[in-house]
């Protein structure tokens, strides 16, 4: 299975400023029809998972511009450019790119 | 609006079986294909495995082949996951998944004597 890693796994952040996780794999996530399948997940307390970017860089329907993502092959980073008081949650990668598909652990953020 | 409601919360003990559902509304069931994914108590999330919503055909993760079974009924566009020979470790919130998309607000089931 593919691993899933990200940093840090706790990220204590400061409304306004910018805050950035990595999440990296064990294999490249690109897949043989030239996709990379690499989504965000936002997941606030008490609630289901959200997708906030899929295939790395792009934003699902009603996600806030300040949410952005990037990366290639195997590295990739989801940035948030200034954090809001609804920011906090825990936030996973995802691969889907091979079978079965796996999340990183997980980056808690909080105030 | 795509909406996918799970059924309630379930208190099992071990060796017995659970059976959660997953009733979809607003679009056309078979378009995505049903996945699961299971967080444990304070966890983070694992992917179980999903169903084929055409076929009917269910792909297991490993870790969850014999025990657990999805299975569908298209005529409700509802999914299910059954998981028998309950573990006090199968204690989590398990939830319904259509494409990576949607997600159900999850159905805790707690394992305990």
């Known amino acids: 299975d593919v691993v899933m890693t990200q940093s840090p796994l706790s990220l204590p952040v400061t409304l306004g400023q910018p805050a950035s996780i990595s999440c990296k794999s064990s294999q490249s996530l690109v897949h043989s029809d030239g996709n990379t399948y690499l989504n965000w997940f936002q997941q606030r307390p008490g609630q289901s998972p959200r997708r906030l970017i899929y295939?790395?860089?792009n934003r699902d329907s009603g996600v806030p511009d300040r949410f952005s993502g990037s990366g290639s092959g195997t590295d990739f980073t989801l940035k948030i450019s200034r954090v809001e008081a609804e920011d906090v949650g825990v936030y996973y990668c995802?691969?889907?790119?091979?079978?079965?598909?796996?999340f990183g652990p997980g980056t808690k953020v909080d105030i | 609006q795509v909406q996918l409601v799970q059924s309630g919360s379930e208190l099992k003990k071990p060796g017995a079986s659970v059976k959660v559902s997953c009733k979809t509304s607003?679009?056309?069931?078979?378009?995505?294909?049903m996945n699961w994914v299971r967080q444990a108590p304070g966890q983070g999330l694992e992917w179980m495995g999903r169903?084929?919503?055409?076929?009917?055909?269910?792909t297991y993760a490993q870790g969850f082949t014999g025990r657990f079974v999805f299975s569908l009924d298209t005529s409700v566009s509802t999914a299910y996951l059954q998981i028998s020979s309950l573990k006090a470790e199968d204690t989590a919130v398990y939830y319904c998944?259509?494409?990576?998309?949607?997600w159900g607000q999850g159905t805790l089931v707690t394992v305990s004597s």
């Open positions: 995802m691969q889907g790119t091979h079978w079965p598909f796996t």
């Open positions: 998944v259509a494409s990576v998309v949607y």
């Open positions: 169903i084929n919503t055409n076929t009917g055909n269910p």
């Open positions: 607003g679009y056309t069931f078979t378009t995505y294909p």
């Open positions: 295939k790395v860089s």
